[in-house]
């Protein structure tokens, strides 16, 4: 990473936002009454009860209509090799993209943002993220992500998570899983997200918030403006195992984003939980906002620049 925070300074180089367009609820297939125009309801909460599909609903889950992955007993069950004569095999190989693709609506309300529902209704909203991830946990992988607005990849403006249950570990995660082993070996059983959250807490350079349950910091090597890191204050392995989910503390830090941007900005947010296979791990949750365009260094060379450095971002913050 390059932080070169100087270059906010640049004419047209600061980052910053404009505030979302309000949502149609007749033209948004995710608010109540519309439920007839989704996959039925794989998941839900409804409180006072009712038929499935039905309004009531504080959080609902329905299968992705246009699904990144297909069900194992749908999937051939042999690799597919590309082009239509033989190929050889390391140069050209592919595999049926098998799993399940589901969409986790976060609240009723018909926002963009989850800054914009209630800190209970997130609460809500997390809590079925971690029944969801629990319902695919033969899975070797369970990625949940949430994109807000369209500048961050979301089709819908409406306020939803995505849930992919993978049959393989993506290779960055594998990574960190082999990271977290050779800390823990290095340092006689360490967690290294214990530690680094631990050592961000006693230099206090990048915390932007803590409560009981979670500290919320600006990575350190951020590469983006405004990149956030919530982490629990206990280490856990999994998200999707019993025990705090920081909801507070993630409600707090998108209302920051939001009041020191002028409006929710465009994000995209992921829980990374411990793979198949990982004895040493730590959950945490990435917040990633969309403010700058990656350009033609990053895209050629894997390196990012960071015009707004963690250490102002968190100042900015705790100050909002």
């Not at 109540?32 to 609903?57: A, I």
């Not at 025990?243 to 009041?259: F, M, N």
């Not at 403010?291 to 450095?309: D, F, M, P, Y």
Request: charged share 20%.
């Amino acid at each position: 990473m390059i932080i070169a925070g100087e270059r906010a300074q640049r004419p047209g180089g600061g980052p910053g936002c404009s505030p979302a367009a309000p949502i149609d609820p007749k033209a948004d297939p995710f608010a109540p009454g519309n439920e007839g125009r989704t996959p039925p309801e794989l998941d839900v909460v409804r409180p006072g009860g009712g038929p499935p599909d039905s309004p009531g609903w504080t959080v609902r889950v329905v299968p992705n209509l246009y699904p990144a992955l297909e069900p194992a007993a749908d999937a051939p069950g042999s690799p597919v090799h590309a082009g239509p004569r033989a190929a050889r095999q390391e140069l050209f190989t592919s595999m049926p993209a098998v799993g399940a693709h589901e969409v986790i609506i976060n609240a009723p309300n018909c926002a963009s943002s989850l800054a914009d529902v209630g800190v209970e209704q997130v609460s809500a909203a997390m809590e079925m993220w971690r029944t969801r991830m629990r319902a695919h946990s033969e899975s070797s992988y369970v990625q949940l992500i949430v994109n807000e607005r369209q500048e961050a990849g979301a089709s819908l403006a409406h306020t939803h998570a995505q849930l992919y249950a993978l049959d393989f570990v993506p290779q960055a995660v594998a990574r960190e899983r082999e990271r977290f082993g050779s800390y823990a070996t290095r340092t006689m059983g360490h967690n290294l997200l214990g530690d680094l959250v631990a050592e961000e807490v006693r230099l206090r350079e990048r915390i932007v918030a803590i409560d009981d349950e979670a500290v919320l910091l600006a990575p350190y090597a951020s590469r983006l403006p405004y990149e956030l890191m919530l982490a629990p204050r206990r280490e856990r392995a999994r998200f999707e195992d019993d025990g705090p989910l920081g909801a507070s503390l993630l409600h707090d830090g998108l209302s920051r984003l939001a009041r020191r941007l002028g409006s929710s900005p465009p994000l995209n947010l992921w829980v990374r939980t411990a793979p198949a296979g990982a004895e040493h791990f730590c959950w945490r949750i990435e917040i990633v906002p969309r403010l700058t365009h990656l350009a033609g260094l990053e895209l050629s060379t894997g390196l990012n620049i960071n015009i707004v450095s963690p250490e102002q971002t968190a100042r900015t913050l705790r100050d909002a």
